[in-house]
């Protein structure tokens, strides 16, 4: 079994977007050289909402990427720039991605809500615009 790890993010505001692109890249790349990686990929989805998708081996590999490099100096600034944040995981028998529509519907009907400073109306009401 794999784990499937997605998450959603909308930046608040343009004057965010350089800094979290940039860091989105260098995670994505550190993602894609991380142990326990099989699979990454990212998208723009419009009105500033990014999405990330990747599956691991276990939750372990996950969650030793997600404490470190790139990604560790990143998480604490989405706090701030970001006014939707939301997360699905789930396990697979597949070692590839899924479907972005099969990652949307799970994060749709099963994804939790991340703590932000300033929430979108939406984010408060856990609704995705």
Known sequence: MTLISVTRLRVRSIRFLPAFLWYSFK??????????????????????????????EDEAAMRSFMRSGS??????????????????????ESVTLPSWKEAETAMFTSGRFSSLTHPSIAHQNHQFQ
């Open 27 to 56: 995670s994505n790349e550190q993602a894609k050289g991380a142990q326990g990686n099989l699979a990454s990929t990212v998208r723009a989805a419009g009105s500033n909402v990014f999405w990330t998708m990747t599956v691991w």
């Open 71 to 92: 990604h560790k100096e990143a998480m604490p600034k989405l706090q701030n720039w970001c006014d939707e944040a939301s997360v699905v995981h789930w396990q697979s």
